[in-house]
C-alpha cells in the first residue's frame, strides 16, 4: 500500500472510531436527560397536586366566610330593624 493511502486509512480508522465514541456520548446524554426531564416531571405532577388542593381547599374557605357575612349582614339588619321600630 502506498504510503498516501496508508495514511488516508488511519485516518479513516480514527474519525470511525471517534463517531462512535461520539455515538456513545449522545447516547448516554439523552438517557441522562431523559431521566432528569423524567424527575421533573414527577416533582411538577406533586406541586400541581398540591396546589391544587390548596386552590380548593381555599375556595371552600371563601364560600364559607362568604356564608357567615351574609349571615351576619342579615342579623345585623335584623337587630337594626327592631331597634329602630321598638325603641323610638
Not at 485516518?11 to 449522545?26: C, G, N
Not at 436527560?33 to 371552600?60: F, M, P, Q, W, Y
Amino acid at each position: 500500500m502506498d504510503p498516501a493511502t496508508q495514511c488516508d486509512h488511519d485516518v479513516l480508522i480514527e474519525l470511525r472510531t471517534e463517531m462512535r465514541m461520539i455515538r456513545q456520548d449522545i447516547k448516554e446524554l439523552k438517557d441522562g436527560l431523559s431521566t432528569r426531564v423524567n424527575d421533573h416531571e414527577s416533582r411538577i405532577r406533586s406541586l400541581e397536586t398540591h396546589v391544587g388542593d390548596a386552590i380548593a381547599e381555599r375556595k371552600g374557605s371563601d364560600r364559607a366566610t362568604r356564608l357567615y357575612g351574609a349571615i351576619l349582614i342579615f342579623v345585623v339588619g335584623v337587630v337594626e330593624f327592631f331597634i329602630s321600630h321598638y325603641y323610638r
